[in-house]
């Protein structure tokens, strides 16, 4: 069976932007593939946290992967920070990485040229953390939103070129990308992506806002004065983005979305999106308070420690061999 690997930062709320990129497709995989879900919290550092908020989060985030429908029998879900050898290989790897091509990554170059002036030098070096991740687990697939598409290609070559220097050590991955919500984007500025770390709240629908809230904030989604109903990114992005949301609430085509819209205004199709999305998050929101309530994230954690730790130091070890480490076997 082909592994697939995919992690999620637990800072703040998560949107709905992350449930459409990355945790829907880990559902539908679960079946298909031997799958590891973990919370990056070690990538969460790479910006400050409050200590006390970053628990909750995280208890927060697993309680989340549950109720979209994870199965914990199914997929091993771990905390990143738990198994030390993602911070081992994450060093090794960092070594193995030029300054260069870190300075390439967008999220990276975003950030810096927003101005900002208390990047760390993790926030610099996370590509680095992120493929030791995935090369850690020999992963084959990479389910992640367009945004970390750069990241997952940086993780091939950096096992590329240490595959090249010290011989087969790691499996080449490759990104799984979604065809319909690769980017999700914010409501109030279509040509932005809906960010869970956004200076306004309004852009962005929370997976735990209050349902009403939710469909408030469809309602009042910035579109355009075009007046037609149609799929046009470039021209018409906001429609463009409450189409693919409808799509993938509803599973209806675009297409098909498009069709039956051919006579109505934006109001109409905004108020049937609103809907949707106040019928997912209320479910969502049912079981998620059932799973905090009963007490099964520990134990969730615990399992998947101890499976994930197992694969995770078999390789660590044969990674310190190779690259001149290991001196008393
Ligand atoms: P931030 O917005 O704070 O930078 P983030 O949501 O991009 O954080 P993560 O929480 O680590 O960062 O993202 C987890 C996953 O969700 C990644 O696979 C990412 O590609 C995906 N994702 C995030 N935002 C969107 C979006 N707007 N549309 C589709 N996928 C998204
Ligand atoms: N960088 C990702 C989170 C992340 C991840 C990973 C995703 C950390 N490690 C490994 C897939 C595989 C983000 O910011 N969205």
Known sequence: MKRMLSGIKPTGGLTLGNYIGAISQFIKYQDEYEMYVFIANLHSITVAQDPKEL??????????????????????????????AHAELGWILTCHSYMGELQRMTQYKDKTAKGETNITAGLFTYPSLMAADILLYDADYVPV??????????????????NNKYG??????????????AKIMSLQDPTKKMSKSDETTKGAIYLLDEPAVAR?????????????????????????NLLTIHSVL?????????????????????????????????????RFKEIKNSGIVDEVLRQGKEQAEQ?????????????????VK
Not at 255 to 279: A, M, P, T, W
């Open 168 to 181: 087969e050590t790691f499996i080449i991955p490759e990104p799984v990308i979604p065809k319909v919500g």
């Open 250 to 286: 509803s599973k209806e085509s675009i297409e098909d979305i498009v069709e039956r819209f051919s006579n109505h205004g934006y109001g109409d199709l905004k108020k049937e999106i609103g809907q949707l999305v106040f019928d997912f998050l209320s479910e969502l929101q049912d």
């Open 216 to 240: 408030k904030k469809i309602m009042s989604a910035v579109t355009d004065s075009i007046g037609i109903i149609r799929y046009d990114e470039v021209n018409q992005p906001g429609i463009a």
């Open 55 to 84: 628990r909750q989060n995280t208890k927060d985030l697993i309680a989340l992967y549950l109720a979209a429908g994870l199965d914990p029998q199914k997929v091993t879900l771990f905390l990143q920070s738990d198994i030390s």
């Open 145 to 162: 939103g367009i945004d970390q598409k750069q990241h997952v290609e940086l993780t091939r070559n950096i096992a590329e070129r240490f």
């Open 311 to 327: 694969i995770a130091y078999k390789k660590i070890r044969k990674v310190k061999r190779k690259v001149g480490f290991e001196i």
